[in-house]
């Protein structure tokens, strides 16, 4: 049951489209027109509306922007709802209105649910919502890196399991050998690193530098380098305090502080007032007394021996050399040597290091050669079963004799990992090489598809691989932009079965030019556009009865009232009918 169904689409000011409204079938729509109608704008919209390149080109000319809207219905527990959900869109009646907003300078809007949401939004929903196919996936079917993740897809967890244990395995590898080579490459470096501080530290361990000793020897020097003029100072400082023997006239400051003293005692009793001064007189007579004996014994103490001032200069040299080179003062220069000594134990132990990452180095490589054989076994064993699945709808798709295969081979890669007992090249994905091969007919040889399929044949290995696909790991909606190119004929009309079956459990929109395709849809919209002489317009119409009649007719005959492309486009609709 399809749980997810693109309702409608309209489209406004995108390209040659003024204003349009796309009605889907929840099984196969099939959208024709002339070309240059249009019917490249439905892809371009819901492309548009699955998070595509905004490319202001596509806006109308004199329109301010171009505006898609989708209307999808979902279901609540899907995963697409979910994510929505989380974002801050609300549901409309089971259905999720997108939008996509593209102005003409080049800005672009994204709504889902009502919510302003990131562009990047839409592209997450797209995941789970819709799988886009073209001209330009066919294409990207060539290559191999493709074929391994359609072959990976096939798969599912059988390959999906192994494969996040080797990608993490690799990608801790990589971790590895990145360290390991910048240890290695910058080995010398560090060596030279390791000597400059080395012999630092060996400098600062010779001198066994004091905290705080260059601030003392600085101060030290500069009393022994002012001896003389430091010690006539206080002997002339003592004497003015203290007074001088020789001096009979006493005029030193502690007589005359005594003599004031004196004479206040002895009126101190009739004035409080003047007692509390010659309590105050007393104490700067103690403190008199007391600067003068301190600098009595300054003067004893002061060392003018020059011996100890070349002393100090010389420790003062050594200091100061340790400072111009390892920090701004000696405090800074210990604080270096610390965190230098820890460096050190850095640089010395990368060696150790080397030889611990080697190690595991050489532990991943044989691990991840254990995990590229997991995944070799997986993807033989899904490879058997995808290329019969694939071979088995060709020959639904008018190529009864036509065999698909799936190579899978590795490289030899002498600094590879080992598999299957050789050494070979290996990626993030594994050791792996995936390609496709066609044999178109029996006794052809089987070759890559991008040699051995022609343009029909390769659309209908597409279809093939897509309806495969549809079995294993389903979306609920399919589009295919004219991927029938290149095929015609019967090849055509079972394209048009295989699709209309494909529908019967997903559903399919097909922008085709072949009625035989168109024949087989549940619903057929026809983009035409007219010309009033100064605007173009274009508009999409859903096609019944008669109408239908007549463009399938103008399809197959390019005259729309030809009586035998009438008859034809008749027999294709009831063959159809008949078939589906």
Do not use: C
């Not at 290695?184 to 400098?203: C, H, K, N, V, W």
């Not at 119409?541 to 030809?562: N, Q």
């Amino acid at each position: 049951m399809v749980v997810s169904v693109l309702e409608e689409m309209r489209i406004r000011s995108l390209g040659v489209i003024e204003d349009a409204v796309v009605e889907f079938s929840p099984g196969f729509t099939a959208v024709t027109g002339e070309t240059g109608a249009g019917k490249t704008m439905v892809v371009t919209s819901l492309g548009l509306l699955l998070g595509g390149r905004a490319d202001p080109a596509l806006v109308r000319i004199g329109a301010k922007a171009a505006v898609v809207e989708g209307r999808i219905t979902l279901d609540r527990g899907s995963a697409a709802a979910v994510r929505a959900e989380e974002a801050g869109a609300e549901l409309d009646d089971g259905a999720l209105l997108i939008s996509r907003t593209v102005s003409a300078e080049g800005r672009s809007r994204a709504h889902v649910g009502g919510r302003s949401v990131p562009v990047g939004l839409l592209g997450e929903l797209a995941d789970d919502l819709v799988a886009v196919h073209g001209q330009t996936d066919q294409q990207g079917l060539l290559r191999p890196a493709r074929q391994r993740q359609a072959l990976d897809r096939y798969a599912g967890d059988a390959v999906a399991g192994p494969l996040a244990k080797y990608g993490a395995a690799y990608r801790r590898l990589r971790e590895v050998a990145g360290e390991l080579d910048e240890l290695t490459t910058r080995a010398r470096e560090r060596a030279q690193e390791a000597d400059l501080i080395r012999f630092g530290i060996g400098e600062v361990a010779d001198a066994e530098p004091l905290p705080g000793e260059d601030t003392e020897l600085a101060a030290e020097a500069e009393r022994l380098g002012h001896a003389e003029a430091l010690a006539s100072a206080a002997a002339i400082a003592h004497a003015a305090l203290a007074g001088n023997p020789e001096d009979p006239e006493g005029n030193d400051a502690n007589t005359l502080v005594s003599g004031a003293q004196r004479a206040l005692e002895a009126v101190r009793a009739h004035d409080p007032a003047l007692a509390a001064l010659a309590e105050r007189i007393g104490e700067i007579g103690i403190l008199v007394g007391d600067v003068a004996g301190e600098l009595a014994g300054y003067a004893d103490d002061l060392d003018a021996d020059p011996l100890r001032l070349a002393a100090v200069e010389e420790r003062r040299a050594v200091l100061s050399h340790l400072t111009r080179k390892y920090g701004s003062d000696i405090d800074g220069v210990l604080a270096w040597a610390e965190q230098s000594a820890a460096r050190l134990g850095e640089l010395e132990g990368d060696d150790e290091r080397i030889a611990e990452l080697a190690g595991e180095r050489d532990a991943l490589r044989a691990e991840l050669g254990d995990l590229a054989q997991a995944l070799t076994d997986a993807r033989t064993e899904a490879a058997d079963r995808f290329a019969a699945a694939v071979t088995a709808e060709l020959a639904e798709l008018a190529m009864p004799h036509a065999r698909v295969g799936v190579a899978i081979r590795q490289t030899a890669d002498a600094e590879g990992i080992p598999v299957g007992g050789e050494l070979v090249a290996f990626g993030a994905t594994g050791a792996d090489e995936v390609e496709l091969q066609l044999a178109p007919h029996p006794g052809a040889p089987a070759r890559p598809i991008a040699k051995g399929a022609s343009g029909g044949e390769l659309s209908r290995v597409m279809l093939a691989v897509e309806v495969v696909f549809a079995g294993s790991d389903p979306v609920p909606t399919y589009l295919f932009d004219e991927v029938d190119a290149g095929v015609g004929g019967k090849a055509a009309v079972e394209v048009g079965r295989r699709l209309a079956r494909l529908a019967r459990t997903a559903q399919v929109v097909v922008v085709t030019h072949l009625p035989q395709v168109a024949a087989f849809a549940d619903r057929q919209l026809l983009v035409e556009k007219t010309n009033d002489g100064s605007v173009t317009r274009s508009g999409v119409k859903v096609l019944e009865g008669e109408d239908r009649v007549r463009e399938l007719s103008r399809m197959l005959a390019g005259l729309e009232d030809s009586e035998l492309g009438r008859a034809h486009a008749e027999e294709l609709l009831a063959a159809a009918r008949a078939t589906s």
